[in-house]
């Protein structure tokens, strides 16, 4: 297929710049490929539209202040985006300007008012146009992921416009997420999600166990080939606790619960670590769910709506069919909901079961 195939038009004025007033406030459309209906409900609707007993899957990643606004020697800006600390102390990382930094290179990381935080050093050039960089403090020492989240900023993705603030620093992550990880973008299913929200869960015998998907380049970077054949996903590490491994293995093996993938760096969590018999506890994956895949873990879908021609829609499209995903997306703009990140929700029905 082509990536023309998963274009829509979105008007601008759709893309959430900022949260909804509550973090469970969203709109919900729940859309059903077997039947082809569109419902229009919200999130707080969510525990009445699972079934009981439901095995929710979330992302517990925590989201890190990877973004680090660089002064170049000749006083020129820039900017890294680290996207995982690699063995030795250093770091993958995006940087711009890649032509003026070249591996022997060095830029100073600074605050606002233009206060020296610390050095990154470029040491080496990467595949996909990524460096691998050392992030060293005033005094010379290596930083490592907690210590450049005192200096970073929130990686909010460029459709947001304003710079990270205080709503952001609490909104642009899930209220149950882990002191680990290094995402660089918010699984945001999960941002819906209150303390109370997920009591309601569990009052319908819901069960709520994450595992954790290290958000990179492979999430949000952009299709270019023309052909959805071509495109090579960036590598993603995944980790699945040994207490869900303990409740989800069984379940997958006998389909005794229905299954929930909260977002979809779950469901390509579940779809990656499942080989039909045995559940890897750990690993990295490439994968890129699109139309013509079938689902081997979850019944359900819950995700926000993803921009025009990215693998999130082409995933979208694979649960729901081409025809249809393009149906729900064109209701959604008709009815004013709010796109991206900060946007509203859609639950899919029955995920990849279209006739």
Known sequence: MKRADFHFDLPPELIAQHPAADRDGARLLVADPVTRTLQHRSIRDLPGLVPEGTLCIPNDVKVRHARLPLRRAGGGEGEALLLRALPGGCFEALVRPGARLKPGKAAQVVDAAGNVLAE???????DEGLRRVRVLGPQGAELDWDAVDAIGRLPLPPYI???ADAEDEGRYQTVFHAREGEAVAAPTAGLHFTDGLIGALGARG?????????????????????????HVMHEERYEIPEATAALLEPVLRERSRPLLAVGTTSLRTLEAAWDGASLRRAGSTRIFIQPGYRLRTADQLLTNFHLPESTLFVLVSALLGVDFAQEAYREAIRERYRFFSYGDAMLIRNAGKFV
């Open 120 to 126: 990154v050093r470029v040491e080496e050039a990467l």
């Open 161 to 163: 416009t304003h710079p």
């Open 206 to 230: 819901c069960l709520w166990s994450p595992v954790r998907l290290h958000v990179g380049l492979g999430t949000f970077r952009p299709m270019t080939a023309e052909d959805l054949g071509d």
